[in-house]
């Protein structure tokens, strides 16, 4: 008698978790939402617009109101490097003339450090913070799909000419690239450096018109091109423009959303035979615990700029500080002595 109890109490702890975990993955998915648009589907569900500004506020910069205005769409993750890169990638972007950038944060805040670099840029910008749906928290997950998705959004109630090019955070860009795809009638495609086994993705070019393309993981797709390898006039983006959510081929898809024919394809970068852009990859940093007791080390005035410092590298995401657990960590003074920081106090 007392088994079957435990038993039943088992199952209905079973049926309540798993009621529990389909409510949070539907919700998630965005079918607890009302929504009528099915490209808002699931992204619609905590996407936050945190801030637009369409004001160019760079000195520098002469802007001509007869260039047709680039809107580069930016995905984008929290972890040690995001500043960094996003920092590199802004001081490309200040250079460039009628540039609105979008940068879209997977994640459900609005981040200080993000909001930061773009209002330092004076760049027109607008900044979303649209997180992966949960389901996508796997390995092999499609990368910024649900930031580009919601930028897509934006882009199409805010936005009715220019052009669009998506620009992964961690991409190097040269400055020539922009002058060219500003030009874009419908969709331009150009050559990417370091990419897959072949060290480039491309079309091939013959008489002004697209052939073929050069790419070493075809996998059956109608227009093998990597996310930086081509720019999309807004006029052109169809209400059906979509991308996926399958890792490999949301290029190849929203391509093909767009009812785009090879035939329609504009070559850039002197019909494919230069290369402007590049899929630079930067090493990941594993992010240390120190362990570090700040409060205590903040009661000794020699040390105040130092905690400090400690605080902006916790807050920058490049180093947790602990005061009962992790590495232990040393101030050095002089080539002799050092004193352990765990042992100070
Ligand atoms: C390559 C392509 O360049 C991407 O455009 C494509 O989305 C991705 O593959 C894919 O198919 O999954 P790769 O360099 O391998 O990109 O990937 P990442 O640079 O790690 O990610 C691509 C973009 O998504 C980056 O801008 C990154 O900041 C963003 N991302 C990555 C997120 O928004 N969330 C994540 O969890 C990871
Ligand atoms: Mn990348």
């Not at 910069?61 to 993750?77: A, C, E, F, G, R």
């Not at 092999?140 to 930028?151: D, I, L, S």
């Not at 009715?160 to 961690?170: M, N, R």
């Not at 790419?215 to 227009?223: H, I, N, V």
Request: charged share 20%.
């Amino acid at each position: 008698m007392k088994l079957f109890k435990l038993f039943k109490n088992t199952f209905a702890m079973a049926v309540f978790l798993s009621a529990i975990w389909l409510l949070f993955t539907w919700s998630n998915l965005g079918m607890l939402s009302i929504q009528t648009d099915s490209r808002s589907i699931p992204v619609a569900v905590k996407n936050k617009l945190c801030n637009v500004n369409f004001n160019d506020e760079r000195p520098h910069i002469t802007n001509s109101t007869s260039l047709k205005m680039i809107y580069y769409v930016t995905p984008t993750y929290p972890r040690p490097e995001q500043v960094p890169e996003l920092t590199r990638l802004a001081h490309t972007l200040m250079h460039v003339p009628r540039i609105h950038w979008i940068v879209a944060d997977d994640q459900p805040l609005c981040s200080d450090q993000v909001s930061s670099v773009l209002r330092r840029t004076g760049l027109p910008y607008t900044h979303i913070s649209s997180p992966k749906p949960f389901i996508y928290k796997s390995t092999n997950f499609p990368r910024g799909v649900a930031n580009r998705r919601v930028a897509l959004n934006w882009l199409q109630e805010n936005v009715a000419e220019g052009v669009l090019y998506f620009g992964d955070d961690d991409n190097t860009v040269d400055l020539r690239l922009f002058d060219e795809l500003r030009n874009t009638k419908k969709v331009s495609m150009f050559p990417v450096g370091l990419i897959g086994e072949y060290g480039v993705s491309s079309p091939i070019v013959k008489d002004g018109k697209v052939v073929g393309f050069f790419d070493s993981w075809p996998a059956s797709r109608t227009f093998p091109v990597d996310m930086a390898g081509f720019a999309v006039n807004i006029e052109f983006l169809k209400e059906t423009a979509n991308m996926p959510f399958i890792a490999g081929h949301e290029e190849d898809r929203f391509l093909v959303s767009l009812d785009l024919k090879v035939e329609d394809i504009e070559p850039l970068a002197a019909n494919c035979t230069k290369v402007l852009v590049w899929h630079t990859k930067t090493v990941k940093h594993k992010k240390p615990t120190l362990k570090i007791n700040i409060n205590k080390l903040n009661t000794i005035s020699k040390y105040q700029n130092f905690v400090n410092l400690l605080k902006e590298t916790s807050r920058l995401g490049m180093a947790e500080v602990n005061a009962e657990a992790g590495i232990k960590s040393y101030v050095t003074r002089n080539r002799k002595t050092s004193e352990t920081l765990a042992d100070i106090l």
